[in-house]
């Protein structure tokens, strides 16, 4: 559902074009993701400018992720194995390197700990696909 003022949809369409570069660059870079920008992306696309919203979800390498989650909220292996992994490389650095306060070591560590349960109970598969 488009946003009626201009204005509006033009910061949109810059934000999820700048989503799309972050998501572009993490298709490169290791610890980068990529999936939560694209979706960012389309959420931003979704308000600013369907042309741009239907080639990205309907993209032939990169709409099939954004579509599976949309439709069955499916995590690919892959994904949660990186994420889970950087987000556990993330709170070490913090504990151990640059030697945070215990208390945000705690909170962040909580943080992360919901968060990587959340994506490890994510279906890994859409119904009905082969493994």
């Known amino acids: 559902m488009p946003v009626s003022t201009l204005p509006m949809r033009m910061i949109y369409l810059f934000a999820g074009w700048c989503a799309v570069g972050l998501g572009l660059v993490g298709i490169f870079m290791p610890m980068m993701p990529t999936t939560p920008f694209l979706l960012l992306a389309l959420w931003c696309f979704a ?6 919203h239907d080639w990205l979800y309907f993209h032939p390498r990169l709409g099939g992720h954004l579509r599976d989650w949309r439709d069955h909220r499916v995590v690919p292996p892959r994904a949660k194995a990186c ?7 993330s709170w070490c650095l913090l504990a151990f390197v640059f030697q945070a306060p215990f208390w945000v070591i ?10 990587s349960g959340y994506l ?7 119904p009905g696909k082969a493994p």
């Open 47 to 52: 308000r600013s400018s369907k042309r741009f």
């Open 83 to 89: 994420a889970v992994g950087s987000m556990a490389v």
């Open 106 to 115: 705690a909170h962040v560590g909580a943080i992360l700990a919901v968060v």
């Open 120 to 126: 490890i109970t994510r279906p890994s598969r859409a």
